[in-house]
Every structure is written in structure tokens, then in C-alpha cells.
């Protein structure tokens, strides 16, 4: 078990800023995981850990150990990636040790790794068989079982299932989760998949354009997101968000305006360099909106014609057009909004509903994206 560190390190490629002064330190044993946009640095960010790429400047350090000019092999570090890279005309034992093959180590404790990688995967059966018989699963167990051999301090996985079908991400997603907590590894893993992030991080990093727009616990960052990247990012479907504008600021709250709602009156806000009259953007999850009956005393409330019905077996999602109300960045596109029903929801495309929300579970953004809303409980067990 290592920590890793990031100090200041930034990466250019020619002319592109692939990595802005990002500060980062992983404590031993946890499991972090990477998201963000395609693009934004997550494989590079993998890559300069493991020594693949070089920096233009700062340091990586792992367990206090300057490595930032050590070889990849020498960082004790293995990486996992998307696709495979077995070596077909070898065996699954052959592609386990060969790792420890090429650093000269004795056979009976080649065989010994390989044995006790194989037991941790289940692949005992299949040791013997060349990756091409063996299935999509079994192959990403092989890469992993690679990794397993050479007892690194740090695991790297760079989308290491994003080649399997669902039902298979999802088995893996669990076993990766418990070689995790057998093993005890510091574990850094990429994806673009928020279920892979929300459900095996003990810690997420969002990252956006090279730099780090966020570090906490997955339920953390879902409910309080520190800016409007981070909220719009993390959740699928997306958080609903409206134009609105600050009518006026003071010590006690916030008073919003937004067309097709009624006025909102916000407390707890940081209306540090917030004015009147500034744009502010309003966020409600999908699951924080419930259709209602006029009068139920849930406030706002705003008329919306459904347009597509999805029945998630026990939710129920509901794309509706919420004209005249400004909504932008929503799953469904501007002037929509998604509602999360948690139930079965007998509504038909074309009804009218009226939809409203709690002012608890609104967001509200400043101008820079900034979100101004007080801290929301984490859900606990
Ligand atoms: N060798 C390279 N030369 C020039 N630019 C590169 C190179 N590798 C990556 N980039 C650029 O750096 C940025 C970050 O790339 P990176 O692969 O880290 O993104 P990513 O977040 O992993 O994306 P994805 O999710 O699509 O894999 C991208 O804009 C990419 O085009």
C-alpha cells in the first residue's frame, strides 16, 4: 500500500494544456476514481502516475518517494487498461507472470503469483487456455491478474470494462470492488461510466478541462456539488436548471425571479459579490421533482405538457416541456425538464401535470457557476 501525490503538476502536449497545476493526494489503501468529459486529462492524469507520459512541471510522489523522473518499472505501480493487451499466443498463466518473467524472478515464485492471482480471480480452470477462449470477463480477470502478479503498491485501471456488455460490468464492478477490500491496494481507476464512479469510489475527482473541479465521497459531491459543473455532471438523468435572476440580496437571503415561476425566496446563501439583478441559475434534480395537485402547499409549482414517458421498472422518468420557463443543459433540451418518479406512473404523453418542488432541494449558482445554496444533509445509512 502506497499514497500518491500530485504536486502542481502540469502537462502540455504540443500546444495543449492536457494538465493545469493539479494538486491531488491519494491516501493509502483508498480507492479513488476519475471522472469527467472526454478530454479533460482523466488518461493523462493515469499516464504521468505511471510514468507513461513526462511532466512539464511539478512533482508525483509515491509513499513521500520522489518518483516524478523514475522509470514506469521502477514506481511499483501496474496498470489495467480498456483493452486487454494479452499476448495471444501465450496462456493465461504464461500472460499472468510474464510480468514477473521479464524481471528475472525465480519460476517457483512465478508460479506461486500466478496461483494465488488465478485463486483471487477464479481463472484456476483456466489457466492453461489462450485468450481467445475465453470470454470478454474472463480476459479483463487475465489483464487484472497481470496486475495481481507483480504485487504492485498502486493499481491504475484506465476504463478497464468499458469493452463488456452491462450485465458483465456490472459483475465485474463488484469483484473489482472486492479485490479491492482483499487486497488493501491504493487503487486509481478512469471512467466515463458515473454508476462505476458513484458505487466503487471511497473518493471521486472530477475533473473538467485539466483541472480538478472537485474531491469528496460520492454522496458528497451529489449533494453538494461546489459549482455547477459538478451538478450537472454527477447524476443521470441530469439536474434540471433554469435561468433566473437575483432580484435583490441581502444578509438574509435571496429573493430569485425566473420566467413561469412563481418568485423564490432563498436563505442561508453566500451572496459574497452577488447583486440584484445578476443572472443565477436555479438546479432541482429530477428526483426532487414530484407532480402535484393545485393547492397541496408544495411550492413552486409550474404547468408542463409531457412529451416521453421511460418506465425503469420501478421509477418512472418523465421528460416534460415546462414552457415558458428557461431550462438549459437539461437531458431533454431547452424549455424541459425531467421529473424521477419513484414509482410506477400511469401519465400518458400529451397530459398536462403540474410539477413543483421543495425551495430545501433547489440549487442555486452564482454567475461564475458557483453554487450559493447552504450545504444539504449526505443521505446516511
Ligand atoms: N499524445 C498527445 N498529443 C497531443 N494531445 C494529446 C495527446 N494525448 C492526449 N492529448 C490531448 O489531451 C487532452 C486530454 O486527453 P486524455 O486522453 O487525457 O483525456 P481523457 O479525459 O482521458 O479523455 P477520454 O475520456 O476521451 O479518454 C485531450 O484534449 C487530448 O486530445
Given at each position: 500500500?502506497?499514497?500518491?501525490?500530485?504536486?502542481?503538476?502540469?502537462?502540455?502536449?504540443?500546444?495543449?494544456?492536457?494538465?493545469?497545476?493539479?494538486?491531488?493526494k491519494?491516501?493509502?489503501?483508498?480507492?479513488?476514481?476519475?471522472?469527467?468529459?472526454?478530454?479533460c486529462?482523466?488518461?493523462?492524469?493515469?499516464?504521468?502516475?505511471?510514468?507513461?507520459?513526462?511532466?512539464?512541471?511539478?512533482?508525483?510522489?509515491?509513499?513521500?518517494?520522489?518518483?516524478?523522473?523514475?522509470?514506469?518499472?521502477?514506481?511499483?505501480?501496474?496498470?489495467?487498461?480498456?483493452?486487454?493487451?494479452?499476448?495471444?499466443?501465450?496462456?493465461?498463466?504464461?500472460?499472468?507472470?510474464?510480468?514477473?518473467?521479464?524481471?528475472?524472478?525465480?519460476?517457483?515464485?512465478?508460479?506461486?503469483a500466478?496461483?494465488?492471482?488465478?485463486?483471487?480471480?477464479?481463472?484456476?480452470?483456466?489457466?492453461?487456455?489462450?485468450?481467445?477462449?475465453?470470454?470478454?470477463?474472463?480476459?479483463?480477470?487475465?489483464?487484472?491478474?497481470?496486475?495481481?502478479?507483480?504485487?504492485?503498491?498502486?493499481?491504475?485501471?484506465?476504463?478497464?470494462?468499458?469493452?463488456?456488455?452491462?450485465?458483465?460490468?456490472?459483475?465485474?464492478?463488484?469483484?473489482?470492488?472486492?479485490?479491492?477490500?482483499?487486497?488493501?491496494?491504493?487503487m486509481?481507476?478512469?471512467?466515463?461510466?458515473q454508476?462505476?464512479a458513484?458505487?466503487?469510489?471511497?473518493?471521486?475527482?472530477i475533473?473538467?478541462?485539466?483541472?480538478?473541479?472537485?474531491?469528496?465521497?460520492?454522496?458528497?459531491?451529489?449533494?453538494?456539488?461546489?459549482?455547477?459543473?459538478?451538478?450537472?455532471?454527477?447524476?443521470?438523468?441530469?439536474?434540471?436548471?433554469?435561468?433566473?435572476?437575483?432580484?435583490?440580496?441581502?444578509?438574509?437571503?435571496?429573493?430569485?425571479?425566473?420566467?413561469?415561476?412563481?418568485?423564490?425566496s432563498?436563505?442561508?446563501?453566500?451572496?459574497?459579490?452577488?447583486?440584484?439583478?445578476?443572472?443565477?441559475?436555479?438546479?432541482?434534480?429530477?428526483?426532487?421533482?414530484?407532480?402535484?395537485?393545485?393547492?397541496?402547499?408544495?411550492m413552486?409549482?409550474?404547468?408542463?405538457?409531457?412529451?416521453?414517458?421511460?418506465?425503469l421498472?420501478?421509477?418512472?422518468?418523465?421528460?416534460?416541456?415546462?414552457?415558458?420557463?428557461?431550462?438549459t443543459?437539461s437531458?431533454?433540451g431547452?424549455?424541459?425538464?425531467?421529473?424521477?418518479?419513484?414509482?410506477?406512473?400511469?401519465?400518458?404523453?400529451?397530459?398536462?401535470?403540474?410539477?413543483?418542488?421543495?425551495?430545501?432541494?433547489?440549487?442555486?449558482?452564482?454567475?461564475?457557476?458557483?453554487?450559493?445554496?447552504?450545504?444539504?444533509?449526505?443521505?446516511?445509512?
Open positions: 500500500m502506497s499514497s500518491v501525490e500530485l504536486r502542481k503538476v502540469d502537462k502540455h502536449y504540443a500546444g495543449y494544456h492536457a494538465l493545469k497545476t493539479v494538486d491531488l491519494i491516501e493509502k489503501g483508498e480507492f479513488v476514481v476519475m471522472v469527467g468529459p472526454s478530454g486529462g482523466k488518461s493523462t492524469l493515469l499516464k504521468t502516475i505511471a510514468g507513461l507520459e513526462t511532466i512539464n512541471s511539478g512533482q508525483i510522489v509515491i509513499n513521500g518517494r520522489d518518483v516524478t523522473r523514475e522509470e514506469p518499472g521502477d514506481r511499483g505501480i501496474a496498470m489495467v487498461f480498456q483493452s486487454y493487451a494479452l499476448y495471444p499466443h501465450m496462456t493465461v498463466a504464461e500472460n499472468m507472470g510474464f510480468g514477473l518473467r521479464m524481471a528475472n524472478r525465480p519460476k517457483a515464485e512465478i508460479d506461486a500466478v496461483k494465488r492471482a488465478a485463486q483471487i480471480l477464479r481463472l484456476e480452470e483456466q489457466l492453461g487456455k489462450r485468450p481467445k477462449q475465453l470470454s470478454g470477463g474472463q480476459r479483463q480477470r487475465v489483464a487484472i491478474g497481470r496486475a495481481i502478479t507483480r504485487s504492485p503498491e498502486v493499481f491504475l485501471f484506465d476504463e478497464p470494462l468499458s469493452n463488456l456488455d452491462a450485465a458483465l460490468r456490472t459483475q465485474m464492478r463488484v469483484e473489482l470492488s472486492g479485490l479491492h477490500t482483499q487486497l488493501g491496494s491504493t486509481i481507476y478512469v471512467t466515463h461510466d454508476v462505476e458513484m458505487t466503487m469510489a471511497d473518493r471521486i475527482v475533473l473538467n478541462k485539466g483541472r480538478i473541479e472537485q474531491i469528496g465521497s460520492p454522496l458528497e459531491l451529489y449533494a453538494n456539488p461546489a459549482n455547477i459543473f459538478v451538478a450537472g455532471f454527477l447524476g443521470a438523468p441530469r439536474m434540471n436548471f433554469i435561468e433566473a435572476k437575483a432580484v435583490s440580496v441581502d444578509a438574509s437571503g435571496v429573493s430569485v425571479a425566473a420566467a413561469g415561476l412563481p418568485a423564490l432563498l436563505g442561508g446563501i453566500d451572496v459574497t459579490g452577488l447583486s440584484a439583478g445578476d443572472a443565477v441559475t436555479i438546479g432541482i434534480r429530477p428526483e426532487g421533482l414530484r407532480v402535484v395537485e393545485a393547492g397541496d402547499g408544495v413552486p409549482v409550474f404547468s408542463s405538457q409531457v412529451r416521453l414517458v421511460e418506465q421498472g420501478r421509477d418512472t422518468v418523465l421528460y416534460v416541456d415546462a414552457s415558458p420557463l428557461q431550462t443543459n437531458d431533454s431547452t424549455g424541459n425538464f425531467t421529473l424521477q418518479l419513484n414509482k410506477v406512473s400511469t401519465v400518458a404523453v400529451g397530459a398536462t401535470l403540474r410539477a413543483g418542488f421543495e425551495t430545501g432541494d433547489a440549487y442555486l449558482f452564482g454567475p461564475d457557476g458557483r453554487t450559493l445554496t447552504p450545504r444539504k444533509p449526505v443521505a446516511s445509512t
